[in-house]
């Protein structure tokens, strides 16, 4: 989350915002009741920690153990969001911290209507953690980008035009569905289906060099100056293999 990305929540009325913030996010207790006292009332009581200011869940929720209060933050300003940390363990443990503009009572009825779990079995005792559910459906988008950018090279362009882009977006989603869909449609790569796209990816891109190399050797021996040079040049090599066989 950063601060040109949630300022957009402002603009909009119906529009509302879930997301992974650094763990060092500054984060406070909400603003005390005023007291009737003179003076500037406090906009906030004192910072906390995602470590020590938490009370994580008994049971895992999901796959981690989940804390949730509202809070007041630097990156949303005034409004109260609602912060959420997951933990690997129950103690110690490895912390996330995540936001929520928009509160479970909101989402209820959108939890009525769903067919798949984990929105159709909150109890009671589930319906706070809801906002961080919706984040988890995230995940199978983001597998996707970032196959694209850490595998298949997809993410450098040189665009800077609105309508530019888009075809550039579009464009790279045509090129990785086609390289998704490559083992079920040619029978030649029907053994990369069930394999690690990292492996699938070295084997595709061996194979376009050696098409490419062998193309390039084609072009440059086209005139006879230059296939007598690899001509010459595979013979000194052939001689040299004598000594081996």
């Given amino acids: 989350m950063k ?3 949630v300022s957009i929540v402002d603009e909009y009325e119906n529009l509302d915002l879930i997301g992974n913030a650094r763990p060092d996010s500054v984060i406070y207790d909400l603003a005390p009741a005023p007291t009737g006292h003179r003076g500037r009332p406090a906009k906030h009581r004192r910072r906390l ?3 020590d200011d938490f009370t994580l869940s008994d049971e895992k929720v999901g796959d981690y153990y989940t804390g949730v209060r509202r809070v007041l933050t630097n ?7 609602l912060a959420y940390v997951t933990s690997t363990a129950r103690t110690g443990g490895t912390k ?3 936001f929520s503009t928009i509160t479970p009572e909101e989402l209820q009825i959108l939890c009525a209507w769903q067919e798949s779990s984990p929105l159709n079995q909150t109890g009671s005792d589930r319906m706070k953690y809801i906002p961080l559910f919706l984040y988890s459906f995230r995940w199978n988008i983001e ?16 665009v800077r035009s609105c309508k530019g882009i888009e075809m550039m977006v579009n464009l790279i989603n045509v090129a990785y ?28 891109s061996d194979g376009i060099h050696q098409q490419v190399i062998f ?22 090599a052939i001689v040299g293999l004598e000594h081996y066989l």
């Fill in 177 to 204: 569905c086609a390289m998704k869909l490559l083992p079920y449609q040619d029978e030649s790569f029907s053994d990369f289906r069930d394999k690690s796209v990292q492996y699938f990816r070295f084997e595709l």
């Fill in 143 to 158: 597998i996707s980008y970032y196959e694209q950018k850490t595998f298949w090279s997809l993410c450098s362009y040189m």
């Fill in 3 to 5: 601060q040109n990305l």
């Fill in 49 to 51: 920690s995602i470590e």
């Fill in 215 to 236: 193309a390039t050797l084609v072009q440059n021996i086209e005139t006879q100056i230059k296939s007598s040079s690899v001509i010459n040049a595979l013979k000194q």
């Fill in 96 to 98: 996330r911290l995540f």
């Fill in 75 to 81: 990156l949303f300003g005034t409004p109260e969001v």
